[in-house]
């Protein structure tokens, strides 16, 4: 069975740093694509970040830009989303995916292309 567990949320003061990971198993890690997303109440789904395990090809929203960096442990089957300077905008439950095998390589609909989604962890950011 495909599964992607998420970890790594939980409360920070604005400006502070949390580092999720998206645990993989259930399908060949190499040649996928993990995606980082995040839901803010009352708000719609964001594709935050992505990352081409094959290639190393990474996506970032333009709102994340310059504070997040997405990498990948393929011996560990991992993939981090390291967050930095956070602000309350950022709060949300971010859940990982998996497109697999990877067609979009994180550019163009890469966000429409994930066939299996994790559940997610809530990040608060507040002071």
């Known amino acids: 069975d495909v599964q992607l567990q998420a970890s790594g949320g939980g409360l920070v003061q604005p400006g502070g740093s949390l580092r999720l990971s998206c645990a993989a198993s259930g399908f060949t890690f190499d040649d996928t694509a993990i995606g980082w997303f995040r839901q803010a109440p009352g708000k719609e789904r964001e594709g935050v970040s992505c990352?081409?395990?094959?290639?190393?090809?990474?996506y970032y929203a333009d709102s994340v830009k310059g504070r997040f960096t997405v990498s990948s442990d393929n011996a560990k089957n991992t993939v981090y989303l390291q967050m930095n300077s956070l602000k309350p905008e950022d709060t949300g439950v971010y859940y990982c995916a998996v497109e697999t095998p990877s067609y979009y390589h994180c550019s163009g609909y890469w966000r429409y292309g994930m066939d299996y989604w994790g559940k997610g962890t809530q990040v608060t950011v507040s002071s």
């Open positions: 990352i081409g395990v094959s290639d190393s090809s990474t």
